[in-house]
């Protein structure tokens, strides 16, 4: 299997610009999970789904950000409009899901920055 | 709610030295417990996990023991190596509390090792 696969790996943007990160999770996995990396904050959960359904979005910082499932092969992270302080390394890590040993597989992250 | 302690880094040590990274918990429940270990430019990877007490994870000369009476599992290795220079995510999960396999991380422990 070729992991989670995370596009684009580097974006940068003006402020005010929408954003699109994408994910597509191993075959399989019926969770996914998107994270924020900064050296603030360290590492954020921001959203998780379970089989296509948003479980748990109260990480999500503010209207700004939306997330989406349309099948369990695909999920976006939206950012619109961006802002400087949106600059981080966004992960996507799937897992099964369900399981008491949660193994989590991360994706490489797309590092945003937002000029 | 949940969380987990790490000693602050950076930690830089020569190659073939001792290394010990701590982590402790405080959870209320009985979780499983990780360590996650990120690449320079990489995503998070798994590097060993215990799910109950006395349990030892080991993996790549790294060992940690699930210690419930102290609350922690720290992260040793006997000789490190230039190449296990990464940061090191202490991480704990409980299913059975939040419903799913959510996972808290640690702030993460930089280590460089020098030839």
């Known amino acids: 299997d070729a992991g989670v696969i995370q596009s684009p790996r580097h974006e940068v943007t003006e402020m005010g610009q929408e954003v699109t990160l994408r994910c597509k999770p191993i075959?399989?996995?019926?969770?996914l999970f998107w994270y924020r990396q900064t050296m603030m904050r360290g590492l954020e959960l921001l959203i998780y789904?379970?089989?296509?359904?948003?479980?748990?979005d109260s990480g999500m910082p503010e209207d700004r950000f939306s997330a989406k499932m349309p099948n369990a092969s695909f999920s976006t992270l939206k950012i619109q409009p961006s802002e400087p302080r949106d600059s981080a390394v966004y992960f996507c890590?799937?897992?099964?899901?369900?399981?008491?040993?949660?193994?989590?597989?991360f994706g490489p992250g797309t590092r945003l920055t937002v000029l | 709610g949940d969380s987990v302690t790490q000693m602050e880094g950076p930690v830089t040590l020569s190659e073939e030295a001792f290394l010990t990274i701590n982590c402790t918990y405080t959870a209320t429940g009985y979780p499983s417990l990780f360590w996650y270990v990120q690449y320079p430019g990489e995503g998070l990877q798994l590097l060993l996990k215990?799910?109950?007490?006395?349990d030892k994870g080991s993996n790549k000369g790294f060992e940690a023991t699930y210690r419930k009476e102290t609350t922690s599992f720290h992260l040793e290795k006997g000789s490190v190596q230039v190449s296990d220079s990464a940061v090191y995510f202490c991480a704990l999960s409980d299913p059975r509390k939040t419903s799913y396999d959510k996972v808290i991380f640690g702030p993460g422990t930089s280590l460089s090792v020098i030839p």
């Open positions: 789904f379970n089989n296509n359904v948003p479980i748990d």
């Open positions: 215990a799910t109950k007490a006395d």
């Open positions: 890590a799937s897992s099964e899901g369900y399981s008491v040993y949660n193994e989590q597989f």
């Open positions: 075959s399989g996995h019926n969770s």
